[in-house]
């Protein structure tokens, strides 16, 4: 026998070391130093349900600059507002692609819409494209601020059916802000009670909530092959393709009707440049699948993060009644009681619009943004970061930076006001992130927030019900928003 037994298991030890030595230091790359993990998992179990705390606590001391391990794949991630401006502001060039991450890619159908195609001439078309035709079919036009209005109305009647008595508001702002980003895109709306609505819903809520088990795919794909990771995977592609589904009956409806000459709606207008591109011979960018995809992220990422966030304001109007009381005041003072404000008016409710924009800091309702990755090789303060590379810009720890937000931690709209009252606007308050990728939607976001928030605190003040326990302010991170738990308030009609 030329190896002894021992011989055999000394080996395993050392190729187990040497695995371990290659696992931790990554020779041959110059990465921002960080935390060690767990070998092989890295750092998916220490992130837990809360990543952007653990993260923001690590900058304490890791620095504004390090890289983690998710699983096999390195990522860089990026905590402060400097950090951040400068990969995705002054290096945008480099850092502005997407990650490839098995659930995001098959969802998204394999690198198609605008929010995860990765940078490049395809995703430069389809966003100026999208950022035009939006301004034509609702930016830029006041009729889209008398929509917005009609839906806070609409909502405000749901409301008063609510009768003093408990309920849970977030359906129904869902369903009043998802109704704008639908008009929009295919000139439709949802009534309160249609079954197809509360369906798609739930399934785009289900998606956008926790995702241990099929989350974990998008580090380790082969997990997938795992009864139990199998399940949870297929019950959120199940969910993303109805949500397709839905809209490509929508947008096959569109087909059947469409009429150069009357374009009525976003799809319309994309059907268009489907035709014109077609007659320059050169349909490969605006193709069917890919206006089906477009307006997916649309519908999702124009739903889900507004509501969420008013959900939080008004969470925060019940847990703080003084300052509701302020924001009432405020618009009193500007508008009658049959009066409905008008977007012009801002600039003269800076109260509001700090508050606002506290709720926004506080609670970001993307604290994490979406995950970046790197173009090309690129350099950031010194250390080389290869292509492909995960970033995760995390905002949290800008809105939680004591240098920037003295007492982070305490709601204090008062922040953002001057000396003499005004509002003032702070450089570092990126809710929608910065630079290249940054939010598609942030304009229309901006006018829904300020007009939904205002007509509902001119015609309502929020209480918790009686006896009720205050609701948590520790919200749910789901695969990319934070959302509050589930509460109950009730809405007293004003005088
Ligand atoms: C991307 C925040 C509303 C459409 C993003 C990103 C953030 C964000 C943080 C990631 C940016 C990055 O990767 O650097 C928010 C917040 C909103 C909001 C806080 C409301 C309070 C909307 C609305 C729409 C929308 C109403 C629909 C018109 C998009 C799209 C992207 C995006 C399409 C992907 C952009 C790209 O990859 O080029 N948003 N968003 N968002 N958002 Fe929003």
């Known amino acids: 026998r030329l190896f002894t037994y021992c011989d055999v298991q000394t080996a395993l030890v050392l190729v187990f070391v040497l695995l371990l030595t290659f696992w931790y230091l990554r020779p041959g790359k110059n990465l921002p130093p960080g935390p060690w993990g767990w070998p092989v998992l890295g750092h998916i179990p220490t992130l837990g349900k809360s990543p952007h705390l653990v993260l923001t606590a690590m900058r304490k001391k890791y620095g504004d600059v390090f890289s983690i391990r998710m699983g096999p794949k390195d990522v860089v991630v990026l905590c402060g507002y400097e950090a951040i401006h400068e990969a995705l502001v002054r290096k945008g060039e480099d850092f502005s692609s997407r990650p490839s991450m ?214 925060y109007m019940v847990l703080y009644p003084e300052v509701q009381q302020k924001v009432q005041e405020e618009i009193d003072s500007v508008v009658g009681p049959d009066t409905a404000l008008s977007i012009t008016q801002r600039s003269q409710l800076p109260y509001t619009e700090a508050v606002i924009t506290e709720v926004m800091r506080i609670k970001p309702v993307a604290p994490m943004s979406l995950p970046h990755a790197t173009s090309k090789n690129a350099n950031l303060f010194g250390y080389d970061i290869p292509e492909g590379t995960m970033i995760w810009p995390v905002l949290w720890s800008v809105f939680y930076d004591p240098v920037h937000y003295h007492e982070p931690e305490v709601f204090k709209p008062q922040r953002f006001l001057g000396e003499n009252g005004q509002f003032v606007k702070d450089p570092t308050f990126i809710p929608f992130s910065t630079g290249r990728r940054m939010c598609l939607g942030e304009n229309l976001a901006k006018m829904e927030l300020f007009l939904f928030f205002t007509h509902l605190l001119q015609h309502f003040t929020f209480k918790l019900p009686d006896g009720a326990a205050k609701p948590s302010t520790v919200g749910i991170v789901g695969i990319i928003t934070y959302s509050p738990v589930s509460f109950d308030l009730c809405a007293i009609p004003r005088e």
């Open 102 to 315: 098995y659930l995001f890619d098959k969802t998204t159908g394999m690198k198609s819409g605008i929010a995860f195609l990765p940078y490049g001439s395809l995703w430069k078309q389809q966003r100026k494209f999208t950022l035009r035709s939006l301004r034509d079919f609702g930016f830029g036009k006041r009729s889209l601020e008398g929509k917005i209005l009609e839906e806070a109305e609409g909502l405000k009647e749901e409301i008063l059916k609510t009768a003093n008595t408990p309920f849970n508001v977030r359906p129904l702002l869902q369903n009043a802000v998802s109704n704008v980003i639908c008009s929009i895109v295919f000139g439709a709306r949802f009534d309160y009670s249609d079954p197809k609505f509360n369906y798609l819903m739930d399934r785009v809520n289900q998606n956008f909530g926790e995702q241990d088990l099929a989350g974990v795919t998008n580090f380790f794909p082969l997990l997938r092959h795992i009864p139990a990771v199998r399940k949870a995977v297929d019950k959120v592609l199940k969910n993303a393709e109805e949500v397709i589904g839905s809209l490509r009956e929508d947008l096959i409806e569109h087909k059947n009707t469409f009429d150069p000459s009357n374009i009525r709606d976003f799809i319309d207008s994309y059907l268009l440049e489907m035709s014109q591109e077609d007659e320059a011979g050169d349909r490969e960018n605006f193709t069917e699948d890919q206006l089906n995809y477009v307006i997916s992220d649309l519908f999702v990422a124009g739903s889900e993060t507004t509501s969420t966030t008013l959900t939080w304001a008004l969470l």
